[in-house]
């Protein structure tokens, strides 16, 4: 599975951005998909991850609420719609699939299979 996310860019504090991840191959409904971020001189921290089937969605805490993650398998893409962005979600953004990945574990960057590269989102205040 090759990833490729885009739909980043630069937008103020308070606006939205949609990122997106299109994929290639035709096995991408078995995969579960997540998006991690990467802040400047920061660990690589969990995001959002959807199931396969998109019935399972998780969230980590500084975005719930704000966020959503999204799937459409028969085009082969997952989206995140962010909202009321902050500066402190400036970061690289990643998408990433996982084969074996069940609900927590989904939250373990560890675990995926397949990266993308990144698309850099930055809020300003």
């Known amino acids: 599975v090759q990833l490729q996310a885009f739909g980043g860019g630069l937008v103020q504090a308070g606006g939205s951005l949609r990122l997106s991840c299109a994929a290639s191959?035709?096995?991408?409904?078995?995969?579960?998909m997540g998006w991690f971020r990467q802040a400047p001189g920061k660990e690589r921290e969990f995001v959002a991850a959807?199931?396969?089937?998109?019935?399972?969605?998780y969230y980590a805490d500084s975005v719930k609420g704000r966020f959503t993650i999204s799937r459409d398998n028969a085009q082969n893409t997952v989206s995140l719609q962010m909202n009321s962005l902050k500066p402190e979600d400036t970061a690289v953004y990643y998408c990433?699939?996982?084969?074996?990945?069940?609900?927590?574990?989904?939250?373990?960057?560890?675990?995926?299979?397949?990266w993308g590269q990144g698309t850099q989102v930055t809020v300003s205040s």
């Open positions: 191959g035709r096995t991408f409904s078995s995969y579960a």
């Open positions: 959807i199931s396969w089937s998109g019935a399972g969605t």
């Open positions: 990433a699939a996982d084969l074996r990945g069940r609900g927590p574990q989904l939250r373990v960057g560890a675990l995926y299979d397949y």
